[in-house]
C-alpha cells in the first residue's frame, strides 16, 4: 500500500530554534516528493524535490530527497512565530496521483 | 491573478441533501482534483481529471461525482449528504504529469452535514 509517513506530529518550539521536519514514502513509481506549508486554509508550496541529494533552498527553508532510503526531511532555521503551519509533505506517483502524509504541526513561540 | 476558485466557502447541509461544489481555474491547467482533509487524517484524492471529459477516481470516490465538460471547471457533486463528508474541501489544479507540476490550491469549502 502507498503510503507517506511525516514526524514528528507536532513540535513546539522557540524562536530562534532550529527544527527538523521527516519525510518517509513508500510509493510505486515515485516521482517527486513536494513540500507545503498550511497555516489556516490552502496550503502553499514550497520545495519539489526529484532528485537524491540535491538541497533546494529558500530563505531559511531548506529540503533534501534520499531516494534511496525513500524519505526526505524539511529544514527551518532561525524559526520565526510565522512558521506556525502544518507542514505536508507528498508523494507523486503512478499516473499523476499524489499522496499526502498527515503533517507535522509546527508551534514557534516568542 | 485568480488562480483556483472555490465556492462556497461554508456550507451547512441535512443528511440526504445534494449539492454542488464549484471550482474553477484559470490557468488553463490540464490537471484539476478534489481533495478532503480530515483531522489527522491528512490530504486525501477524492476525484481527479487529467483534462476535459477525462475523470478518475482517487483514494475516497464513495459518495461523490464529478465531471470535466471545460478545462477551466471540474464540480464535485455529493448525491446524498452524510454526515461522515463533513470535512474541509480543497479544489486543486496544476499543469499535467510533467516536471515542475506542483499543485495550486483553492481556498477551500468548509462543509458540516447534520
Known amino acids: 500500500e502507498d503510503k507517506v509517513v511525516q514526524s514528528p506530529l507536532s513540535l513546539v518550539v522557540h524562536e530562534g530554534d532550529t527544527v527538523t521536519l521527516n519525510c518517509s514514502y513508500e510509493?510505486?513509481?515515485?516521482?517527486?516528493l513536494l513540500w507545503y506549508k498550511q497555516e489556516k486554509k490552502a496550503p502553499t508550496f514550497l520545495f519539489m524535490l526529484?532528485?537524491?541529494?540535491i538541497e533546494k533552498k529558500s530563505g531559511r527553508l531548506s529540503s533534501i530527497l534520499d531516494k534511496k532510503e525513500l524519505f526526505s526531511i524539511l529544514n527551518i532555521t532561525a524559526t520565526q512565530t510565522g512558521d506556525s503551519a502544518v507542514y505536508l509533505c507528498?508523494?507523486?506517483?503512478?499516473?499523476?496521483?499524489?499522496?499526502f502524509g498527515t503533517g507535522t504541526r509546527l508551534q514557534v513561540f516568542p | 491573478n485568480a488562480g483556483v476558485t472555490q465556492t462556497p466557502k461554508f456550507q451547512v447541509l441535512k443528511t440526504g441533501q445534494s449539492m454542488t461544489l464549484q471550482c474553477a481555474q484559470d490557468?488553463?491547467?490540464?490537471?484539476m482534483s478534489w481533495y478532503r482533509q480530515d483531522p489527522g487524517m491528512g490530504l486525501r484524492l477524492i476525484h481527479y481529471s487529467v483534462g476535459a471529459g477525462i475523470t478518475d477516481q482517487g483514494e475516497v470516490p464513495n459518495g461523490y461525482n464529478v465531471s470535466r465538460s471545460t478545462t477551466e471547471d471540474f464540480p464535485l457533486r455529493l448525491l446524498s449528504a452524510a454526515p461522515s463528508q463533513t470535512s474541509v474541501y480543497f479544489c486543486?489544479?496544476?499543469?499535467?504529469?510533467?516536471?515542475?507540476?506542483?499543485?495550486?490550491f483553492g481556498s477551500g469549502t468548509q462543509l458540516s452535514v447534520l
Open positions: 490557468m488553463n491547467h490540464e490537471y
Open positions: 526529484t532528485s537524491s541529494g
Open positions: 507528498a508523494g507523486i506517483y503512478n499516473t499523476d496521483k499524489l499522496i
Open positions: 510509493v510505486t513509481n515515485f516521482r517527486s
Open positions: 486543486a489544479s496544476r499543469t499535467g504529469p510533467t516536471l515542475g507540476e506542483k499543485l495550486f
